[in-house]
C-alpha cells in the first residue's frame, strides 16, 4: 500500500519543465502543475523551474508553490510546429546555472526527460549535491521518428536521448510503449509505469445525453493529423448529415484547416473554436457524441480519460507512436481506428454514432472500473513513496569550498 501525499512530510522537491499551465498548454504542462500544487497542498516545499511565459513582476498564479524563471520565454516551436534548438540549450543552462548554486536545498529532483539538457543539466549538477533524481518519460522516440522530426541531426537528437536514459535515475512512464521503448535505450534499473494523470473528480457522473458534433481539443501541428479528421468527418457527413465537427485548439495547421474546410463546403458543419477556457473544454467534452484523437503520436492521451470520466467515449488512430490506444478497450469506452485514412476514421466516427447511449454508459463503466489507476493521486502516492523511501537520510552535508565556488558561477 503506497502512502498517501500527507503521509511523506518535509520533501524539499525541485520541479523541472520548460512550461508551466496556463500559460502553455498541454498534458505535461498539467501534469507538473497538478503534481505540483498538489505537494505544496500537502505540506511539501516545492520549488518549479521553468521559462518565463508572464509579464516581469506578475505573480505566475501556483499557490504555494516557488516559481523560478531560469530562462527567457522565447517561442518554443518554428512556424511548422517544430520545436525549436536554442530555448532547450538556454532552459538546460538556466537549470544547470541554478542547481549549481541551490541544488543543495533539494530531497528530490524531479525533471520531464524532454527538453534533454534539463536532464543532463541535473545530472551533472547532482555530483555536487546530495539529491534524488526523477526523470519522467512521457515519450521515448525511435530512431526513424527522430530522423523524420530533425532530418540529418536526427541522429545527434537520437544520442541526446539515449544518454539521458543512461543516467542515474528512478524514471518514471505513462505507457507500456515508452517503458519499453526506454528499457530498450539502456536504462539502469526498471521504469516505474504511472497510468494516472486525471486530476477530475474520481466519482463517476452519469452521462449526458449526446450532442450530434465530434469534438477534437489539441493542438493545430502535424502529429496531430487534423487534416485527416476533417477529410474523414466529410466522408461520415455524407451518411449522417446531422452531425457537426467541432475544433478546439490552435497551431501552426490551423490555416490549413480552415482552408480544407472552405474548400469541402464545410463551413456551416465545422466550427474551428480556437483556444477556450478549461471550464468550456469540459462543457464540449461531456455533451460530444465522441471524442475524436487522430494523433500518430501521442505519449499518453489526457483527454481520452477526460472524455471518458464523463461518459463519453473517444476514438484513436492505431500507430507505432501513439500510446493514446492502451486507453481504449474496443467497444468499451470507444474504438482505435485501424489505419490512420480518412475512409477507416470514417467508418469508426459512423460505429460510434450507430452505438447510440449504450456506448456511453459502456465508457462510464469503464472508467468506474478503472479510476482509481487512472487518477493524479495514485500517481502522486506512487511518486512519495519513491520520495519517502530514497530521501530519508541524514540532513545534507554544508557544500565544500569548491563546490561553494562553482556554485557562485552562477548567478541564480
Aim: charged fraction near 25%.
Amino acid at each position: 500500500m503506497v502512502p498517501a501525499p500527507e503521509e511523506c512530510v518535509g520533501v524539499r522537491v525541485c520541479i523541472i519543465y520548460d512550461c508551466l499551465f496556463p500559460h502553455t498548454v498541454g498534458g505535461a504542462e498539467r501534469w507538473y502543475r497538478n503534481v505540483a500544487e498538489r505537494l505544496a497542498a500537502a505540506g511539501h516545499e516545492v520549488t518549479y523551474l521553468t521559462r518565463r511565459q508572464w509579464p516581469r513582476g506578475a505573480d505566475p498564479g501556483v499557490p504555494g508553490v516557488r516559481v523560478v524563471a531560469v530562462a527567457p520565454g522565447w517561442g518554443l516551436y518554428t512556424r511548422d510546429g517544430r520545436r525549436r534548438i536554442m530555448p532547450p540549450l538556454a532552459f538546460g543552462i538556466g537549470v544547470l546555472r541554478h542547481l549549481l548554486r541551490h541544488g543543495h536545498r533539494y530531497d528530490v529532483v524531479h525533471t520531464a526527460s524532454f527538453p534533454y539538457f534539463s536532464v543532463l543539466a541535473a545530472a551533472l549538477a547532482r555530483a555536487l549535491h546530495r539529491y534524488e533524481l526523477v526523470v519522467d518519460w512521457h515519450e521515448v522516440w525511435s530512431r526513424s521518428y527522430w530522423r523524420e522530426y530533425l532530418g540529418p541531426l536526427g541522429p545527434v537528437g537520437a544520442w541526446v536521448q539515449r544518454r539521458c536514459a543512461r543516467v542515474r535515475q528512478q524514471a518514471f512512464c505513462f505507457s507500456r510503449l515508452h517503458a519499453e521503448r526506454l528499457r530498450s535505450e539502456g536504462l539502469r534499473g526498471e521504469p516505474t509505469v504511472l497510468r494516472g494523470e486525471y486530476a477530475g473528480s474520481a466519482t463517476p457522473r452519469a452521462p449526458e445525453p449526446a450532442e450530434p458534433y465530434l469534438l477534437f481539443a489539441g493542438r493545430y501541428i502535424p502529429e496531430k493529423q487534423v487534416p485527416l479528421l476533417v477529410q474523414a468527418y466529410a466522408q461520415a457527413v455524407q451518411r449522417a448529415p446531422e452531425l457537426r465537427l467541432e475544433l478546439l485548439g490552435d497551431g501552426p495547421k490551423r490555416p490549413q484547416v480552415e482552408q480544407l474546410v472552405r474548400r469541402l463546403g464545410l463551413e456551416d458543419k465545422v466550427a474551428i473554436r480556437g483556444f477556450v477556457p478549461p471550464e468550456e473544454v469540459e462543457r464540449r467534452i461531456a455533451r460530444a457524441l465522441c471524442l475524436v484523437l487522430p494523433s500518430r503520436r501521442e505519449g499518453y492521451g489526457m483527454v481520452v480519460v477526460e472524455a471518458a470520466a464523463r461518459g463519453v467515449p473517444s476514438i484513436v488512430v492505431a500507430g507505432p507512436d501513439n500510446a493514446a490506444v492502451e486507453l481504449i478497450e474496443g467497444g468499451e469506452n470507444g474504438y482505435v481506428c485501424p489505419e490512420p485514412n480518412a475512409a477507416a476514421l470514417a467508418a469508426a466516427i459512423l460505429k460510434i454514432r450507430d452505438a447510440g447511449a449504450d456506448l456511453r454508459a459502456r465508457t462510464a463503466r469503464w472508467y468506474q472500473r478503472n479510476r482509481e489507476e487512472l487518477s493524479l493521486e495514485r500517481s502522486l502516492a506512487t511518486l512519495l513513496a519513491f520520495y519517502g523511501r530514497d530521501v530519508a537520510r541524514p540532513p545534507h552535508n554544508p557544500p565544500s569550498a569548491t563546490q561553494k565556488r562553482l556554485a557562485q558561477t552562477s548567478d541564480r
